[in-house]
């Protein structure tokens, strides 16, 4: 631990500053060693008034949970053109940099930027904008991110942006951060790539300069990424995945066919609807295959390959779930066509309302089967595939530059 030089403070402020070291337990670590350094340049008359800006900083990020070093580290990123640091050398970094930072000539002006985000970043991980409400695509981050938080660099950089425009950015970084997952990039070279991008986002005030950073930053990315994206979801298994991530896919799957039927208005828009208790993963090749269905399949020797692949997955309400049971595919049908989720719907029939209805044009591109069997299951993986494509924005393949 490098010692700090304090310079003609009284001994009762010194005692003041390292009584604030354990605050919380959090250790001396680089947050608490900030923290002092910062304390060390205050006046001992406003020394309470900048302790109690710290306690409510370190409360902030203790009751959502979050690491603090992640949250300087993450900071430093959005704010100061960094694009490399470890959480070991956060302290360091600081001390080398505080021309930039001017926390010793104002370290209130500093904290307040601390506090800032700080907010901003507890509001962004419950899917919330800066004024509190809900943001659909900040919820459907969660449910896709589980421990990731590379996204926060930019939502960071971005925090002082119109709701609209904020909306627009998140709905596109939901896209391209699950690009990033499915194709299994290497986490730092997002995330590095997030932080090279943050000082950009930083000047940006308007939808027309926003289209031009994402038109310059994230569409290069995607076309990249197009052809690993399609191969990543034509080998989709529950195996290459996990859980709670395959019902992030399947949600969102199922959620944009109803969407597009009924439009973005109420239950259709959150995605809870679609990934909640009551609503449950079904095997349409079952699990746990009767002798009946085993004998039925056309390829037993691969059943346990294709019980498991997206293609013969699909999302059903729990009481339809219920009744369905491990039977034949010709005998689940019936229970099929009284799902709500047009994806699941479709298995079993046709869907049609009317003539050239909204309903109609969105389930147009379904595949409806009177057999299941191998080339069944493979039929529709390649049609979640085409999908899946809509749903996340990604090109269909990469083009020429």
Request: with cysteine; hydrophobic share 40%.
């Amino acid at each position: 631990m490098k010692l700090i030089r304090i310079k003609t403070i009284s001994i009762t402020h010194a005692l003041k500053v390292f009584e604030t070291i354990n605050d919380r337990g959090l250790g001396l670590d680089s947050m608490d060693l900030l923290k002092n350094l910062m304390f060390m340049q205050t006046r001992t008359e406003d020394f309470d008034q900048l302790k109690d800006k710290w306690k409510e900083l370190v409360d902030i990020l203790y009751v959502s949970g979050r690491k603090p070093l992640r949250f300087l580290r993450y900071f430093i990123f959005s704010r100061y053109g960094v694009d490399r640091l470890r959480e070991e050398q956060i302290y360091d970094w600081f001390v080398k940099n505080e021309e930039d930072c001017g926390y010793k000539t104002n370290p209130f002006a500093f904290v307040n930027q601390l506090l800032e985000s700080a907010r901003a970043y507890a509001l962004f991980i419950a899917g919330k904008n800066v004024d509190q409400t809900l943001n659909r695509y900040l919820i459907n981050i969660r449910y896709l991110s589980g421990a990731a938080r590379q996204h926060l660099i930019l939502l960071l950089a971005a925090q002082h942006l119109p709701k609209d425009c904020f909306t627009e950015l998140c709905k596109n970084l939901e896209n391209l951060f699950f690009a990033y997952i499915i194709t299994r990039e290497p986490t730092r070279e997002f995330e590095r790539a997030f932080a090279q991008w943050a000082p950009e986002l930083r000047k940006i005030n308007n939808q027309e300069e926003l289209k031009s950073f994402l038109d310059k930053r994230f569409d290069p990315v995607k076309q990249n990424l197009a052809a690993r994206y399609n191969l990543s979801f034509q080998q989709l298994n529950e195996s290459s995945l996990q859980k709670y991530r395959m019902r992030y896919v399947l949600a969102k799957l199922t959620q944009h066919i109803n969407e597009r039927a009924w439009g973005s208005s109420g239950i259709e828009a959150d995605l809870a609807t679609f990934i909640n208790n009551g609503i449950e993963v079904e095997h349409i090749l079952p699990q746990k295959p009767t002798p009946e269905v085993y004998s039925s399949f056309d390829k037993q020797e691969e059943i346990q390959k294709y019980i498991h692949i997206l293609g013969n997955l699909t999302m059903v309400e729990k009481t339809i779930n219920c009744s369905i049971g491990r039977g034949l595919f010709q005998d689940k049908k019936s229970a099929y066509r009284q799902s709500r989720f047009l994806l699941t719907k479709s298995l079993g029939e046709k869907v049609v309302v009317g003539a050239d209805t909204a309903v109609n044009r969105a389930v147009e591109s379904l595949l409806t089967f009177d057999k299941w069997n191998s080339e069944s299951i493979e039929q529709r993986q390649e049609m979640l595939t085409t999908l899946a494509t809509q749903v996340w924005d990604i090109p269909t393949e990469k083009t020429e530059q």
